[in-house]
């Protein structure tokens, strides 16, 4: 029985020290600056929020206020905020538009290309736009809370559940986002 649990511990936390190393290993070319950007030198504070983000999808452009808003309250509390593109390449025509796009919006933020799904794959992401919340831990970046943003991308006015303010929030007080998960809501991303 000793052995059965001490082999569970050690394959438990091998596979989650694998899984810290591999987000600590991602990087992608940010369109605003064209340079390399490496996940960890992105957590700079307490965390950071990637958005996964297209400018196809409608539920992207609904959310843009939203975002803004709570990167303004989040940020001068040692939140980062990304957003990371699954559709486009690398190549500089295709990240002029996400650059302009990043002026013309004013959401002031780095914007990511997954040209190779690679950040969504090991992600896991399914919809767009879909969150995840990630905070240094003791082995490595720790995946804090994952999903929508809030329970109503149509209209703002109607939202009754501020899922990611309230998972920031419960995170920069020292506790687990409650609940950890929730489906977002958006546009399919198909990983290949």
């Known amino acids: 029985m000793r052995n059965l649990i001490a082999t569970l511990i050690l394959f438990l936390a091998t596979v989650f020290s694998t899984r810290a190393q591999d987000l600590s290993a991602l990087s992608a070319i940010d369109a605003v600056t064209g340079s390399q950007k490496t996940l960890v030198s992105m957590v700079s504070g307490k965390g950071i929020v990637l958005i996964f983000h297209t400018m196809n999808c409608p539920f992207t452009k609904m959310y ?97 559940e501020k899922h990611l303010e309230r998972a920031l929030n419960q995170i920069l007080r020292g506790e687990g986002a409650t609940p950890a998960q929730v489906r977002a809501v958006g546009c399919n991303l198909r990983t290949y």
């Open 64 to 160: 843009e206020g939203r975002i803004k808003a709570l990167k303004a309250t989040f940020q001068s509390q040692g939140i980062s905020f990304a957003l990371i593109n699954p559709e486009v390449g690398t190549a500089e025509s295709d990240q002029a538009p996400l650059r302009n796009h990043i002026d013309q919006s004013g959401l002031n933020m780095a914007y990511l290309i997954d040209a190779d799904h690679i950040w969504a794959k090991q992600l896991n992401i399914t919809k767009i736009p879909e969150v995840i919340v990630l905070t240094p831990g003791q082995n490595g970046l720790e995946i804090r809370y994952r999903g929508a943003i809030d329970n109503n991308p149509q209209a703002e006015s109607a939202v009754s």
